[in-house]
């Protein structure tokens, strides 16, 4: 059988609100993965080599692991409306990788606001703890923010060095990556790159002026510079949040979350 984006329409209303199915071993997984991406957007990974990602839980689609309990070898899942998507590989009954297709119902959560009550007066960074639901230990507590500041010859926006420190290496909604120290590729132009995505879009600072005001420029892949009257914390929860902005990742996933590069303490 031809795999199409009919043949997965034809599964999908086959597996229902719940339900999941090993499909044939020549099927390519990767291939399936590749069609719900284009229908879908980027997936989050929740299990990769066997290993499921820790911080996984209902809200991030957690129910699509449940039928293969520890069988399952690589799991992708998208958000759609109120159930869940998934896709990769797990072993059946009898030991063998085969590609998988599950479906999961799914609580859709209300929208979250940018910030509460107004933006007078918000932390940034404290406010992307609360909207990507983070509750590990400070990632890089100890980074040394002098010397990074002496090889680049200039000081750093307070809220990035937290974000780093907080967060450290990893993506949030597994797109926007952030810089564990800045890029300089971009000097010339006058900008720092602090974070980018797969598509080539970098998220840079103007290197002029008061660092803790510097505002947020984004040099697109076309080549042209967007700038944006927000620093760089405010700029990822305004992007995760809000399906109007500019660079948006609301489309892909209604909970933010950072994919985190490093293993857990």
Known sequence: MELTQATVDALLARLGPDGHVHLPGDWA??????????????????????????????????????PFGDRAV??????DEDRWVGTGTARDSEGAERPV?????????????????????????ERLVRITGWTRTSRRPGMDWAQVESRLGTALPGDYKRMVET???????????????????????GLLIWAGTEHEDLYCWRTDGDPDRRPAVVRSFVNEDHL????????????????????????WYDTPFLENYRASD
Do not use: K, M, N
Not at 36 to 47: D, I, N, Q, S
Not at 74 to 79: K, P, V
């Open 167 to 189: 967060f450290g290496e990893g993506a949030f909604d597994g797109e926007l990556d952030l810089v564990q120290e800045p890029w300089t590729d971009l000097r010339e132009d």
């Open 74 to 79: 690589r799991i992708r899942a998208w958000a």
């Open 101 to 125: 297709l599950v479906v999961a119902r799914r609580e859709v959560p209300e929208p979250l606001a940018v910030a509460p009550d107004g933006d007078e007066g918000v932390d940034w960074v």
């Open 228 to 251: 944006f009257d927000c620093q760089a914390a405010e700029f990822v929860c305004r992007a995760l949040v809000d399906p109007h902005h500019t660079f948006t990742l609301a489309r």
């Open 29 to 66: 997984a990767q291939e399936l993965t590749d069609l719900l991406a284009g229908r879908y957007g980027v997936p989050r990974t929740l299990v990769l080599d066997g290993f499921a990602d820790p911080t996984v839980d209902a809200s991030g689609g957690a129910a699509l692991l449940a």
